[in-house]
């Protein structure tokens, strides 16, 4: 029986969750689905979506398809298409047991320890690994070595080149290439925010607020009507020239890469489509500079490779805007901040992610007050 999310507490107690993306479905999985059916309750699989499913390789078979080959198994009772956290399943199902492979031992995510450890759910580790969906995408795909990987992606970082400042003018922002939902208009953007600058001020609380790469202002002047003040970084003049008067004056030219700003200036540094216009390099200048400046938290977003095979894949995006020319993994983005020493805050980025798009990233500063 294939499951919506609001009937999952119906079954708390009464069935051991199984989890994952199964994306090729395997004889591995086959064997650990009928290792937690001998637990003695009736087996939910809470089956990750594509989302995720495209965060490891190319989606090859769709969630709704696969839940409908899982459905069809035996061993399975339930099935859930999940678009929340696993911990987040966890909390709403509160399953007798929760059945892992062995190699999850160990290394189980802590959000899931932790819930787990709350609600009494007994962690299983099945001795049933025979095989890895990704392993074996990559085996059919070649990918190449990891020597081959890290050359490639050289190459590509020692060529790149970026637009400057001059690129991005008015017309940049408002001209006629732009449909409708990208144009940099006001109300256009407010209806493009939704409910952004209300989670921002929500989630984070901020006394101090920056945007780097504010571009013409208009997350500030958002954040100004919900009586938040925000300073803006933009190197683009026509940035400050275009913003509304009331927060024009709090826009600084420069660049998120160096911009001169004391360090811990800011208790909240956001920095929102952004990456994908800057080399490689600057990036990762521009993560150094943005947790240098924060005293608490950073909140990004940009666009990611959208099926990448290995941590180093990156590509370009000119069909949506000739100036995205960075699209990482985002798994190499997130590299980038761990050697800032900065901490990932998963439960503030599932609380801003109202869209659910996976283009969030959270981290905060250890040992900020």
Known sequence: ???????????????????????????????????????????????TGDHYVSTKHKVLLPQEARAEVIDALEPISFVHISTDTTAAVLRELQPRYYAKGKDWEGRLPAEETAVCEELGIEVVYLDTVLDSSTQRVRDFLNVESLTEQVSKYEDFVQNQSAEGADAYDADYFHAEWRDEANSYQLETRRKREGRNPELIRDVFQPKSVIDMGCGPGNLMYFLHELGVEADGVDFSQASKDTAPPEVADRIRIGSVTDIDIPDNSYELAICREVFEHLRVLDVQKAVENICRISAKYVYVTTRFHPAPATLFDVTTEFEVDPTHITLQNMDMLRLMFVLQGMRRRRDLEDALDWLKKGRVLVYEKPGAA
């Open 1 to 47: 029986m294939i499951m919506s999310a609001d009937t999952l507490q119906a079954h708390r107690k009464a069935v051991t969750m199984v989890d994952g993306g199964f994306d090729p479905l395997h004889a591995g999985h086959v064997a650990y689905f009928r290792k937690a059916a001998e637990l003695g309750l009736p087996v939910f699989c809470n089956l």
